[in-house]
């Protein structure tokens, strides 16, 4: 056995400590384990050991690989870029998709559910600090694809998702975290719409992330740690 079973336990147990510290139930605050890069057999181990029934890929053929290979009741969540000739295939297999990023992603999502016949849920991704080397909606475009994600009657806008940058510091993460709640509470009063969802925190900040308001908390290195790669 690996030591990912239980390195998942000892994050859930974070996560349960950070929870109790700011008042929050942390049955609220789901672990979406990233399995990127990992062989099938561990995602099998976490399935069996830890009874998890989703995850979170980041390319289209890796996650193919995995929906071919795992159990059929697997949640299969998309986090990875979301090219434009690859949105059918993310439709197909992924129930949620973290990473829509502009408008004509999500006209071009909507129409493909319509198409296929699915009904995703989506999270518009939000570039909070501006970081120009990276994706996400940066000021008005998100109100701009808020407006347009409001509208989708197939794949269901579910709220927003952030990626901070790996050298922030506990000042700059609280700042981005808070700040995309904040962006949360607006998108919802603007387009009279319920979010009951914020995807934020990876294993270096996921502590920062749960006491701002996190309902998804990715996790891939901390869980797999000292496990090697596929
Ligand atoms: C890889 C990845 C994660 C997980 O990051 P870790 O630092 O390994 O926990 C979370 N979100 C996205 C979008 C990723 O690509």
């Given at each position: 056995?690996?030591?990912?079973?239980?390195?998942?336990?000892?994050?859930?147990?974070?996560?349960?400590?950070?929870?109790?510290?700011?008042?929050?139930?942390?049955?609220?605050?789901?672990?979406?384990?990233?399995?990127?890069?990992?062989?099938?057999?561990?995602?099998?181990?976490?399935?069996?050991?830890?009874?998890?029934?989703?995850?979170?890929?980041?390319?289209?053929?890796?996650?193919?690989?995995?929906?071919?290979?795992?159990?059929?009741?697997?949640?299969?969540?998309?986090?990875?870029?979301?090219?434009?000739?690859?949105?059918?295939?993310?439709?197909?297999?992924?129930?949620?998709?973290?990473?829509?990023?502009?408008?004509?992603?999500?006209?071009?999502?909507?129409?493909?559910?319509?198409?296929?016949?699915?009904?995703?849920?989506?999270?518009?991704?939000?570039?909070?600090?501006?970081?120009?080397?990276?994706?996400?909606?940066?000021?008005?475009?998100?109100?701009?694809?808020?407006?347009?994600?409001?509208?989708?009657?197939?794949?269901?806008?579910?709220?927003?998702?952030?990626?901070?940058?790996?050298?922030?510091?506990?000042e700059a993460l609280e700042e981005i975290f808070s700040t995309l709640a904040k962006l949360k509470k607006e998108c919802e009063a603007r387009f009279n719409?319920?979010?009951?969802?914020?995807?934020?925190?990876?294993?270096?900040?996921?502590?920062?992330?749960?006491?701002?308001?996190?309902?998804?908390?990715?996790?891939?290195?901390?869980?797999?740690?000292?496990?090697?790669?596929?």
């Open positions: 056995m690996s030591r990912a079973p239980e390195n998942y336990r000892n994050t859930l147990n974070v996560i349960r400590q950070v929870a109790a510290k700011c008042g929050r139930n942390a049955d609220e605050i789901k672990l979406l384990v990233v399995s990127k890069t990992m062989p099938h057999a561990v995602l099998k181990e976490l399935y069996d050991e830890c009874n998890i029934r989703e995850f979170a890929e980041n390319r289209v053929p890796e996650l193919s690989g995995k929906v071919e290979a795992l159990p059929r009741d697997i949640k299969w969540h998309f986090i990875g870029p979301m090219q434009s000739n690859k949105i059918r295939k993310v439709v197909k297999m992924a129930q949620v998709i973290h990473s829509v990023e502009s408008c004509e992603q999500i006209e071009k999502l909507e129409r493909i559910c319509g198409e296929e016949n699915k009904h995703p849920e989506f999270f518009l991704e939000v570039n909070v600090s501006g970081e120009a080397s990276k994706g996400g909606l940066r000021g008005e475009e998100l109100f701009e694809a808020g407006s347009l994600a409001a509208q989708c009657k197939n794949a269901d806008w579910c709220g927003l998702m952030t990626m901070a940058p790996i050298d922030a510091d506990d719409v319920t979010l009951p969802e914020l995807s934020m925190g990876m294993s270096g900040d996921f502590p920062i992330a749960v006491a701002h308001g996190a309902t998804v908390v990715r996790i891939g290195s901390r869980i797999f740690e000292g496990v090697e790669r596929s």
